[in-house]
């Protein structure tokens, strides 16, 4: 491919909006290394290999691949946030249920702050936000160990 064809291309690959154009530094060295690798020539180590790849490139997210052989499908993935936030909800509930219901058992007025109502009621339960958050997550983390949710596409594996 000529120098005209390729700007030609890397031109119109911009004006579609494609991410993979125009390489960051990072992006660059990656791509760098990956040819060396595969040519035999390692320029850098795997570790630093991994570190830049997780960096999280568009130039490395690759679709889902099979291995006919081990009959194992690859992908990459991506942490999901939503299912995470989602984990703490049930816990959240229940923190929140259990301030309210010592709240009320005991008759004890949450009111720290000596501010004219509504307002003390609102600023005293800001306060208590935290410690209510704080507590769901820390008995989400008990009842499932080192949880993390990841997103990826997956394809069918075929004969």
Not at 51 to 59: F, R
Not at 65 to 76: F, G, I, N, P
Not at 117 to 145: D, H, M, R, S, W
Request: glycine fraction near 6%; charged fraction near 20%; charge should be negative.
């Amino acid at each position: 491919m000529s120098n005209e064809e390729f700007d030609n291309l890397k031109e119109e690959l911009m004006w579609e909006g494609s991410s993979v154009v125009m390489l960051s530094a990072d992006e660059q060295r990656l791509l760098e290394a990956s040819i060396a690798y595969i040519a035999g020539n390692p320029i850098m180590s795997d570790a630093e290999f991994d570190e830049l790849k997780l960096d999280g490139s568009d130039i490395v997210t690759e679709g889902p691949r099979c291995s006919l052989r081990s009959r194992k499908v690859y992908s990459d993935l991506t942490v999901d946030y939503l299912k995470m936030f989602l984990l703490n909800v049930p816990a959240t509930i229940v923190a929140l249920g259990l301030f309210f219901f010592i709240d009320e058992l005991t008759g004890f007025e949450v009111n720290v702050f000596q501010f004219p109502e509504p307002f003390g009621f609102i600023f005293t339960y800001f306060a208590a936000l935290p410690l209510i958050l704080v507590t769901a997550q820390v008995v989400t983390k008990a009842i499932i160990n080192d949880f993390s949710c990841r997103l990826g596409a997956v394809s069918e594996l075929r004969h």
